[in-house]
């Protein structure tokens, strides 16, 4: 079951919060959001698939922002009402944010306005510009948000992205203080599913991305008989990608396998070496790198990306991995 966002800010036990009109009907809250107290739904749209675009930049002209993250998944859209004056817009995005971050979201993008003037994240521009490129379906309360009033406050955006078994999430979270007594929130979130397991080759672009960001990549594509450390046909592309790259890159690299925690750790510790040693032999005897360039290691389950809790974790989980090794 995939965890719910914990507010981070503890709030004090004697402060009742405002009274609150009741949910729509027919909501199904999205499972990785835990809504903040006292709010209640008053509109929502579920799709299960559809493009959608990402802003992660300001605002460079009339609704135009250049730095976008085109994706397409599942799509759910939900907009939270907070009535009363004794929540502030600033106080419920703070625990929004920091609910996001404390779940390890990678931050594409933060701002928050008392103004809202202006074109960086977070502007009553910026959101014009995001809205504009993902329109809002429908009718209800939400449309709101698209029109000030005139008693109304600031506003803070987060778009934030997370790598999950079941593929990336993408979130964009916009509080406001619409009038002196309501605080609206939209949170969008797009679901994108992982592609099919060999249908990704590791690109020579991505290998040196993630060698100079992280010391290590993870060589998509390289395909493995079931329970056997024989190399299937279809990771021929693969490495000759991966060959292309060391010819190009001088220098000494680890070359580690990993599996899942299914099994005794000795029989997965043997067969995640026993696979990078495959791959070593492959690129060696078949594309010419230099033996004493590759040193092979097996991990096991020692070093999940997941928790191994269903199989598409697990799926993630067996892997090989080029290894920066410093000279």
Known sequence: ??????????????????????????????????????????????????????????????????????????????????????????????????????????????????????????????????????????????????????????????????????????????VEQHSQDLVATLIDVVEVKPPETGFVVVGAEAIGRDMIEKGHVVLDGILFDFDKATLQAASDEALGVIAGWLKQNPGRFYVVGHTDAVGSFDYNQSLSEARAQTVIEALVDRYGIARERLQGHGVGPLVPVFSNADEAARDRNRRVELVEWPE
């Open 1 to 174: 079951m995939p965890r719910r966002l914990i507010f981070a800010a503890i709030l004090a036990l004697a402060a009742p919060f405002a009274a609150t009109a009741a949910d729509i009907d027919g909501i199904v809250e999205h499972p990785m959001i835990d809504r903040y107290p006292g709010q209640s739904i008053r509109w929502q749209t579920i799709e299960n698939y559809r493009p959608y675009r990402i802003p992660t930049g300001p605002v460079t002209g009339y609704r135009t922002i250049d730095d976008w993250i085109d994706i397409e998944g599942r799509v759910t859209r939900t907009y939270y009402t907070y009535k009363g004056t004794d929540r502030s817009w600033d106080e419920i995005f703070l625990n929004f944010r920091d609910a996001f971050e404390l779940e390890q979201f990678e931050s594409l993008g933060i701002g928050f306005s008392d103004d809202r003037r202006g074109v960086d994240i977070g502007s009553r521009q910026w959101l014009n510009a995001y809205l504009a490129e993902n329109p809002l379906t429908g009718q209800g309360e939400v449309l709101a948000i698209t029109s000030g009033s005139s008693s109304q406050g600031g506003q803070g955006v987060f778009v934030g992205t997370k790598d999950r078994a079941s593929g990336r999430v993408y979130v964009v979270v916009t």
